[in-house]
């Protein structure tokens, strides 16, 4: 286990098409975050998991995102008719105590 | 509603001077406070909690309830402490993690 690794590294799209992105944590962890980050600014809290179960959603998180972690284990953020303003590196992170970060998939829509 | 400042984008010290990055928070109860670090090309890593109350890389930071800071220190900084800092605050419950927007720390030679 090396850590959590997110696919993939790199998304470029055209405004309007659907995303997804997935997120492989740290075997053991039954914890599982998503985060937004854009330039200048700290990670934005969007979602969380404890196991299966999607415990908390930020407002950030619109109509157009979803994310599942359908067996408690890896989770996917789709993203559905992107929007220029979605571009951003999106962050996951698992933990069961101190949360371990993965690479990051940076997102560009055109 | 949680918040942390980090009233400072950019410090820039010399090798062996002091330095300290300085956080604020807000948030109605009882919060865990955290310093992440994510040195240039890595991914964001934890550098130090506050209920932990060590050194990590001769770094230290005291919360002040009083205050609502966590400011982090290291008296002496060397040029591979040079990254981005991170300050984060969560709940009890270890869900939602607030982080403030960064300190770039440049020590120069």
């Known amino acids: 286990d090396t850590g959590v690794s997110q696919n993939p590294r790199h998304k470029i799209t055209k405004r309007g098409q659907n995303v997804t992105f997935r997120c492989d944590p740290i075997?053991?962890?039954?914890?599982l975050y998503w985060y937004r980050q854009t330039l200048g600014q700290g990670p934005e809290f969007l979602t969380y998991f404890q196991n299966e179960a999607q415990l908390e959603k930020s407002r950030l998180l619109s109509d157009r995102f979803s994310a599942e972690r359908p067996k408690g284990s890896f989770s996917t953020l789709e993203i559905q008719r992107t929007e220029q303003g979605d571009s951003a590196m999106y962050l996951c992170?698992?933990?069961?105590?101190?949360?371990?970060f993965g690479p990051g998939t940076r997102l560009l829509v055109l | 509603a949680q918040r942390v400042t980090q009233p400072e984008k950019l410090l820039s010290v010399f090798k062996g001077a002091p330095v300290e990055l300085k956080c604020n928070y807000s948030?109605?109860?009882?919060?865990?406070l955290f310093w992440y670090v994510q040195y240039s090309r890595q991914r964001l890593q934890l550098l130090l909690r506050h209920i932990s109350r060590e050194s990590i890389k001769g770094f230290t930071a005291d919360l002040n309830k009083g205050e609502t800071s966590f400011h982090l220190k290291k008296p002496f900084a060397q040029e591979e402490d040079s990254a981005m800092y991170y300050c984060?605050?969560?709940?009890?419950?270890?869900?939602?993690?607030?982080f403030g927007d960064g300190t770039t720390l440049t020590v120069k030679p």
């Open positions: 948030y109605s109860g009882s919060p865990e």
């Open positions: 984060a605050l969560s709940g009890i419950t270890a869900g939602k993690s607030t």
């Open positions: 075997s053991e962890h039954n914890r």
């Open positions: 992170a698992s933990s069961q105590e101190t949360q371990y």
